[in-house]
């Protein structure tokens, strides 16, 4: 995540300049390396299911599991990739630096990737193999922060029940607790929609 993180914000913070250099603005913009805090006793460490990095065969997987230690599933046929926990943040710990930026004329680029996963113990923060839900974390950020307006951008047209099957139908609208029964049913499993 660190390492998307920087990458990523560098690409978003050159386009951005470019784009308010273009319009004769002053303000620029500022990419922070966000630390998500985690609970280390979030169930989600007991139960990894957040598939990350390339996928590999069953060979390597084998291999990955023996000599790195990891956890890896069976995506699909024949398809391996590794898994880690998704725990819910606790935490923004940059949101009071990202506030302060927030009221100049910066334009803050900030929690990439969910930012990037820490516990917390006597010694401080130390990272950790996890991966935070984006949304979760923009949530809270943008809580912490004080911001009045949250958009989230999605690479889906739309949310599915029995997405992928010849069921699946779009979900134009629905509340809360019609959310959390299609969430109780299974609609939107871990790793996915369900966070």
């Known amino acids: 995540v660190a390492d998307s993180q920087g990458g990523i914000g560098h690409i978003l913070a050159l386009e951005i300049d470019n784009a308010l250099l273009r ?4 303000a620029r913009s500022v990419a922070v390396l966000t630390h998500a805090e985690v609970d280390p006793a979030d169930p989600a460490f007991r139960s990894l299911t957040k598939p990350i990095g390339s996928t590999m065969t069953a060979e390597v997987a084998r291999l990955r599991m023996s000599e790195a230690g990891w956890t890896v599933v069976e995506t699909s046929d024949g398809v391996y990739r590794r898994v880690v926990a998704s725990p819910h943040p606790t935490a923004i710990i940059e949101a009071h630096q990202i506030r302060s930026l ?5 334009v803050v680029i900030a929690g990439g990737g969910g930012g990037i996963p820490v516990v917390r113990d ?6 950790v193999d996890a991966v935070i839900d984006k949304d979760r974390a923009s949530a809270l950020l943008a809580a912490r922060v ?9 690479g889906v047209d ?3 029940v029995h997405f992928g099957t010849d069921r699946q139908r779009a979900l134009t609208e629905i509340d809360a607790a ?3 029964s299609y969430l109780e049913a299974g609609e939107f499993p871990a790793g996915s929609m369900g966070p």
Not at 102 to 106: C, L, Q, S, Y
Not at 146 to 154: E, F, I, N, Q
């Open 122 to 127: 006597d010694d401080g923060w130390h990272s």
């Open 178 to 180: 019609e959310a959390r």
């Open 102 to 106: 927030a009221g100049t004329d910066a």
């Open 146 to 154: 004080g911001l009045d307006t949250l958009v989230l951008v999605t």
């Open 23 to 26: 319009r004769g603005l002053s």
């Open 158 to 160: 739309q949310v599915y």
